[in-house]
C-alpha cells in the first residue's frame, strides 16, 4: 500500500497565479493536498490532476452564524476528502481545545469525510502523557467503527520549521509509534517537518504516511518527497 502524502500549504501561496502554478507543478502526483480555502475552487485546480483534495480545517456546525468558518458540508460539495483537525497551529494560535477538536473529528465523520487529527506534545512535555490525553479526549463517544475511519498524524511541535524545526530522531519517534499503535489501530502518519532527504526514515518505521508543511510549497522539492515516499 501507498504511503499517505498530505501537503498542508497553510497561508501559502498568496496570490492566485502562484496557486495555480504550484497545482500545475503537483498534478500528477498521487498525494492529498490541503490548500487554503479559497483554492479549493474547481476552476483553479489543473483538469486531470491525479491528487486529492483536502482542507486544513473545518467547524463542527453545518451551517449558521459562524463568521470566517467553513462548514464540513460546503467541504464535500467542493470534493474534498480530507479534513486535517486539531493542528498544532490551530491549538496554539486559535486555542482550539480537545472539546471542540471532538466536535469537528464528529462532524467530519457524519459528512463521509476522513479526519486526519493531529496529536503531539511541546518541548518539555511528557509526550506520552499529552498524547494519550489528547487520544482519549478527541476520540470521546466516537464509535469504534469510526475512529478505524481516523488517521492520527503524530506532530512532535517541536519539530514543526514554525517552532524552531529540530529534527526528530528516528529512534523517538518510532517509540511514539508504537506508543500510539498499542491505543490507536487506524492508520498513523508523521507530522513533524519533514521532506525528500528524511521522509524516508519516519517511513521505515511503520508511519503509513506523512503530513508534509514547508516542503509541501515547493513543487520540485514535494515531488521529490512524494516519489521518494513511494520508493520505501
Same mark, same amino acid.
Given at each position: 500500500?501507498?504511503?499517505?502524502?498530505?501537503?498542508?500549504?497553510?497561508?501559502?501561496?498568496?496570490?492566485?497565479?502562484?496557486?495555480?502554478?504550484?497545482?500545475?507543478?503537483?498534478?500528477?502526483?498521487? *498525494?492529498?493536498?490541503?490548500?487554503?480555502?479559497?483554492?479549493?475552487?474547481?476552476?483553479?485546480?489543473?483538469?486531470?490532476?491525479?491528487?486529492?483534495?483536502?482542507?486544513?480545517?473545518?467547524?463542527?456546525?453545518?451551517?449558521?452564524?459562524?463568521?470566517?468558518?467553513?462548514?464540513?458540508?460546503?467541504?464535500?460539495?467542493?470534493?474534498?476528502?480530507?479534513?486535517?483537525?486539531?493542528?498544532?497551529?490551530?491549538?496554539?494560535?486559535?486555542?482550539?481545545?480537545?472539546?471542540?477538536?471532538?466536535?469537528?473529528?464528529?462532524?467530519?465523520?457524519?459528512?463521509?469525510?476522513?479526519?486526519?487529527?493531529?496529536?503531539?506534545?511541546?518541548?518539555?512535555?511528557?509526550?506520552?502523557?499529552?498524547?494519550?490525553?489528547?487520544?482519549?479526549?478527541?476520540?470521546?463517544?466516537?464509535?469504534?467503527?469510526?475512529?478505524?475511519?481516523?488517521?492520527? *498524524?503524530?506532530?512532535?511541535?517541536?519539530?514543526?520549521?514554525?517552532?524552531?524545526?529540530?529534527?526528530?530522531?528516528?529512534?523517538?519517534?518510532?517509540?511514539?509509534?508504537?506508543?500510539?499503535?498499542?491505543?490507536?489501530?487506524?492508520?498513523?502518519?508523521?507530522?513533524?517537518?519533514?521532506?525528500?532527504?528524511?521522509?524516508?526514515?519516519?517511513?521505515?518505521?511503520?508511519?503509513?504516511?506523512?503530513?508534509?508543511?514547508?516542503?509541501?510549497?515547493?513543487?520540485?522539492?514535494?515531488?521529490?518527497?512524494?516519489?521518494?515516499?513511494?520508493?520505501?
Amino acid at each position: 500500500m501507498k504511503p499517505l502524502i498530505v501537503a498542508n500549504w497553510k497561508m501559502n501561496p498568496s496570490t492566485l497565479a502562484e496557486a495555480k502554478e504550484l497545482f500545475n507543478g503537483v498534478k500528477n502526483l498521487d *498525494a492529498v493536498i490541503c490548500p487554503p480555502f479559497c483554492y479549493l475552487d474547481s476552476k483553479i485546480r489543473p483538469s486531470g490532476a491525479k491528487f486529492t483534495l483536502g482542507a486544513q480545517n473545518c467547524h463542527w456546525e453545518e451551517k449558521g452564524a459562524y463568521t470566517g468558518e467553513i462548514s464540513p458540508k460546503t467541504l464535500k460539495d467542493l470534493r474534498v476528502k480530507y479534513v486535517i483537525v486539531g493542528h498544532s497551529e490551530r491549538r496554539i494560535y486559535f486555542q482550539e481545545n480537545d472539546e471542540m477538536i471532538n466536535k469537528k473529528l464528529k462532524a467530519v465523520l457524519k459528512f463521509g469525510l476522513v479526519p486526519i487529527l493531529c496529536v503531539g506534545e511541546k518541548k518539555g512535555e511528557d509526550a506520552k502523557t499529552i498524547v494519550v490525553s489528547q487520544l482519549e479526549k478527541d476520540l470521546s463517544g466516537i464509535e469504534k467503527e469510526d475512529i478505524k475511519k481516523i488517521i492520527i *498524524a503524530y506532530e512532535p511541535i517541536w519539530a514543526i520549521s514554525t517552532s524552531g524545526g529540530e529534527i526528530c530522531s528516528p529512534e523517538y519517534s518510532k517509540k511514539m509509534f508504537n506508543f500510539i499503535r498499542q491505543r490507536f489501530d487506524g492508520k498513523i502518519i508523521y507530522g513533524g517537518s519533514v521532506d525528500s532527504k528524511i521522509i524516508n526514515n519516519y517511513l521505515e518505521i511503520g508511519f503509513e504516511g506523512a503530513l508534509v508543511g514547508g516542503a509541501s510549497i515547493k513543487a520540485d522539492e514535494f515531488v521529490k518527497t512524494v516519489k521518494c515516499a513511494e520508493n520505501v
